[in-house]
C-alpha cells in the first residue's frame, strides 16, 4: 500500500486537489484501459468535487460511475447519495445512461438489494467466485465516528469480508455498503476529510494501535493507493 497523507488550506483547496487527483487516474485508466471506474461517497464534503467535476469536459462514454454506499431510500428521495449525485454532476453532462449503476434500493429487502448489486458487479467486471475486481478510484469520506462507506462501529457489516456489498446499520437503518475488502481491492481509494469534529476519530485512525472495529476506517488498506486528503481543521494534529 502507498499511503499518501495532504493537508490542504481550505475546503476550497481541498476540493481542487481531488479534482485533480481524479483526473489524473481518469487519464491514466482510459490509456490504460480504455474506461475509468470510480465508485462516489455521498455527504457535503463531495458535492462541491462532483460539481467542479461536471465542468470538466471528458470522455464521458468511458466513464463508469458507482456508489460505495447508499441509503436505502428511492432514489428521489432528499438523503439519496444518488440524487444529491445526479443534480451536482451526472445531470449536467452528456453521460450515457448505461454508464451510471446506481445502488437498488426499491428491492423488497436490503440484503435482496445487496445481492443485485453484487451480482451487477460481477457481471460488469467478468469477476467470478470471491474474486475482488479494482475500480480505479473508491472516494470515500469519514464520520466523526470513524465510519467510512456504511461501515459503522461494531457492526456486522465489518465482518463481511467474503462479498463485495453488504448490508449495514445507522441507528437501525439499513444502508448497501461495499465491503472493506472490496474496497481495498481499489487501485486508489481517496480520503476527503473536512472539519474540526474529525480530528478526535482522526487520531484514533492514524494511531499505531487502535481497535479497528471501533475505528472502521482503520481497515481501509488498499492494495493500490491510499489518499488522505485533509483540511486544515482536520488534519491540523497531523501536520509536521
Not at 483526473?23 to 468535487?49: D, V, Y
Not at 445526479?86 to 440484503?111: G, S
Not at 478510484?137 to 465489518?158: I, K
Amino acid at each position: 500500500m502507498n499511503k499518501t497523507v495532504e493537508v490542504l488550506p481550505d475546503q476550497p483547496t481541498l476540493v481542487a486537489r481531488a479534482l485533480e487527483l481524479i483526473l489524473s487516474k481518469l487519464e491514466t485508466a482510459i490509456e490504460q484501459r480504455g474506461r475509468f471506474t470510480i465508485a462516489l461517497s455521498g455527504g457535503s464534503t463531495p458535492k462541491p468535487l462532483y460539481e467542479a467535476i461536471a465542468t470538466q469536459k471528458l470522455p464521458w462514454d468511458k466513464i463508469h460511475i458507482f456508489w460505495g454506499d447508499e441509503r436505502y431510500v428511492p432514489p428521489d428521495h432528499p438523503d439519496s447519495n444518488e440524487l444529491m449525485t445526479r443534480r451536482a454532476w451526472l445531470d449536467r453532462v452528456d453521460i450515457p445512461a448505461a454508464n451510471i449503476h446506481p445502488v437498488p434500493t426499491l428491492e423488497a429487502n436490503p440484503e435482496l438489494a445487496a445481492a443485485k448489486y453484487e451480482q451487477h458487479l460481477k457481471e460488469f467486471f467478468h469477476s467470478s467466485g470471491i474474486e475482488f475486481p479494482p475500480l480505479d478510484v473508491v472516494l470515500l469520506g469519514m464520520g466523526d465516528d470513524a465510519h467510512t462507506a456504511s461501515l459503522f462501529p461494531h457492526t456486522e457489516a465489518l465482518k463481511v469480508r467474503d462479498r463485495l456489498i453488504t448490508v449495514g446499520n445507522k441507528d437501525g437503518n439499513p444502508r448497501i455498503s461495499f465491503t472493506y475488502p472490496f474496497i481495498n481491492s481499489a487501485r486508489s481509494v481517496i480520503f476527503l476529510v473536512a472539519g474540526a469534529n474529525k480530528r478526535p476519530a482522526l487520531a484514533q485512525v492514524f494511531a499505531p494501535v487502535a481497535d479497528d472495529f471501533t475505528y472502521p476506517s482503520r481497515l481501509i488498506k488498499p492494495q493500490g493507493e491510499l489518499w488522505w486528503l485533509l483540511d486544515a481543521a482536520a488534519g491540523l494534529e497531523l501536520q509536521h
